[in-house]
């Protein structure tokens, strides 16, 4: 298996320079030459052995890993220290809840992807990236500095992804002020001389740019989902769902930001798996216009909302999106060139491409911040279930989905709702209703706290300038 560039600049690429990149040198994102395809026999027997989740993520990197580049018991070991070492706090990784919708009361399914060592999704793919990365960095004596820009929950994510591993050191920015207090504290309570981190006086976005500016760069990379390596992890959540519903077909409805999930849940389709998507976005709508309208938008005004991690103008995974179900990197260069050339431009795409996309991503709902406290104070209400602000847009999706649905739901939840206690109490439900406030007690209390840990990028500072004496200052340790 070999990588390439979503824009055809780069191609013939091996796995570990895939992973250790973060954009490839014509500015597109790597995605595999071949997307494999799996037989009806092979998805019927993994249903048989009911996988779990750490074996359904070997066989799934098994495909887009070569065994010559990593080899079977290195990989093995890799996924045992991600999944098997009390890193997750139930035996089968994903929780699972049942519940209800409003418009009919039918029963659905909600995975809850958050049972990690920082409560979000994230922390199911970069478990195992600061693995991976940690087993080429020892094999070939290098080193690594691993830049990350979070509107939330990646940052604290990537943090333990690589927290101590030697050879690796992790430089986060995030929005100041513009992330929940507890993601706030997971970041900024780490004391391991390896993490470096930043608050950053700006959106998400803002913070993009001094990133991508970093690269292409020697010894430097990336685990936002610009990584190949996070996306290809991901498939194994729809997988695992797949199989935990006994095989059948399944319409899933989930959170969206950068559109990484999504792609990850595209390429499990294109696997072979019967599973359509139904994304939900908050009102930073640029996905939403994309998928709804075929109108691709990169950039524009964030709006802070309280689905703060999805808080995003710049969901740069619709270029892999592009590619996948267009096969065609002149195609998927020019409408990029389109829009990085103005944050106002806007590309119209092709009805025969958005048709093929909506065979397998039929509809986005733009979920407003009223409905997104409504439908927190609903689930908590008629089943006495939390959710964090970001699962709400998913259940919201699937109340309104209509007709469009034909097969068995299932809701991915993204994040502990404890990490959005702020968000609840403003949903009219107070903490100690629920015990919100114990993920904040517990870090609070934690020996390692030290809430000024992070560093300041103000507002009028030159954040690239900062971002690189940071670089020049680890690789004089190195």
Known sequence: MKYCSTRGGVKGVPFRQALFSGYALDGGLFVPEIVP????????????????????????????VSEEELPNDALAKCIENAYNTGKFDTLSVVGMKNCNTRRTEEGFTVAELFHGQTQSFKDYALSLVGQLMQYFLNKHNEK?????????????????????????DIIVLYPDGKISAVQELQMTSSLAKNVHVFAVEGTSDDLDVPIRQCFPGEGICSINSINWARIMIQIAHFVYLYIHEGGEALDIFLPTGAAGNLVSGVICNLMGFPIKFFPATNENDNVHAFLNKG???????????????????????????????????????????????????????????LDKIKTIVPECQLVETKHIHETIQWVWKTQKYMICPHTATAFYHLDKSGKLTKNKAVVVSTASPQKFSDVVSAAGISSAEWKGDELWTKLKAGPQVEPNRSMKMQNQSDWLKILQEEISKIRSTH
Do not use: H
Not at 41 to 50: G, L, M, N, P, Q
Not at 144 to 168: P, R
């Open 295 to 353: 109108q691709l938008r990169l950039g524009g005004t964030i709006i802070s909302t309280p689905a703060n991690a999805m808080d995003i103008r710049y969901p740069y995974n619709l270029e892999r999106l592009i590619y996948l179900l267009s096969n065609s990197p002149e195609l998927t260069a020019k409408y990029m060139t389109i829009c990085e050339s103005d944050s106002e431009n806007v590309a119209d795409i092709e009805k025969s491409l």
């Open 144 to 168: 690594l500095i691993v830049l990350v820009g979070t509107s939330g929950d990646t940052g604290s994510a990537a943090i333990k992804s690589v927290e101590g591993l030697e050879g690796i």
């Open 37 to 64: 395809k799996l037989s009806p026999d092979t998805i019927s027997e993994w249903v048989k052995a009911k996988l779990s989740y750490p074996k359904i993520v070997y066989e799934i990197v098994r495909r887009f």
